[in-house]
């Protein structure tokens, strides 16, 4: 994988990662048989819940226009029969309960009630333990409402209250930059990119970028362990390197984060990169006594 600062790496907290699996798993099995009538959660304008079998008509609308499934991988569906087969293997999941497998859920709009996308949310997906990934999409006619970007930062929020991961992962590919921007304004930061490891029906092998959302999550089993100043400088240039490669994305998809000037915060990232390797190399030789924090 093509990556600066691979987040997936960098563990400040030293998280014990098999108890925190076991630990998400018997939340997940609790928070399951505790749902009223399948809703996940709800935000301000939105209602997650399971999916139902009257569903069919909304997965239906949506699915049969060409600039939904166009960055899916299954062509768009003709007929309601296709609906249905979509729904049939979510139902089954729900009955069995959550497992390390993905699991959709639908995006209601209060106001109509109807479903207007869905979001997948796997947990344990083959990032490693403590993990969770997102996947989604959207009706054309809930573009532009926010609505993706309110579900994400309301599944994230669900993540992290029931102490389910510290890590969320997602991806979108090269020709898909919206994905990426509701991600970011969802508070998603670019991990790395996996040069031609998309397949789409449409566009072929393109390139498939990758973010993470790491949660400050107090209910996740964390153990702290005391750093040397070496240690804590290689963690600040991953984070600058993170920094660097975060503008770079978004200048990509065409995102403004709002901060100010990317040249000059890429100037000033480049002038902190320099101190690091200056005090790593005055480390080396034995200039300073070495702090441990």
């Not at 997965?59 to 939904?68: P, S």
Request: with cysteine; charged share 30%.
């Amino acid at each position: 994988m093509e990556t600066i600062g691979n987040l997936v790496e960098y563990n400040p907290y030293n998280m014990s990662l098999s108890k925190q699996d076991k630990v998400a798993k018997k939340r997940t099995i609790e928070i399951h048989n505790n749902m009223v009538d399948g809703k996940l959660f709800e935000t301000d304008r939105l209602v997650l819940r399971e999916l139902r079998k009257e569903d069919k008509y909304d997965i239906h609308d949506a699915l049969r226009k060409e600039g939904v499934v166009e960055f899916l991988k299954f062509k768009k569906y003709q007929k309601v029969k296709n609906a249905i087969k979509y729904l049939k293997p979510m139902l089954k999941r729900y009955a069995d309960g959550w497992g390390d497998y993905p699991t959709d859920y639908g995006i209601v709009d209060k106001e109509t009630g109807k479903v207007v996308g869905v979001i997948g949310i796997s947990l344990d997906s083959g990032t490693g333990y403590g993990s969770v990934e997102f996947d989604y999409w959207l009706n054309s006619s809930a573009w532009k409402k926010g609505y993706m970007t309110e579900t994400l930062i309301g599944a994230s929020d669900f993540i992290e209250k029931n102490g389910l991961a510290r890590r969320i992962g997602l991806s979108h590919g090269t020709h898909n930059p919206e994905s990426g921007r509701a991600a970011r304004r969802a508070g998603f930061e670019f991990w790395g990119k996996n040069k031609g490891s998309h397949s789409n029906p449409r566009w072929g092998v393109e390139d498939e970028y990758f973010l993470v959302k790491i949660l400050n999550n107090a209910n996740c089993y964390v153990e702290m362990e005391p750093k040397s100043e070496i240690e804590l400088i290689k963690d600040e240039r991953m984070l600058l390197n993170n920094t660097a490669a975060q503008m770079a994305y978004d200048i990509e998809i065409g995102f403004d984060d709002g901060l100010g000037s990317y040249e000059a915060r890429s100037r000033l990232a480049r002038q902190a990169l320099a101190a690091c390797d200056v005090r790593a190399e005055q480390i080396e030789k034995g200039i300073g006594e070495p702090v441990y924090i």
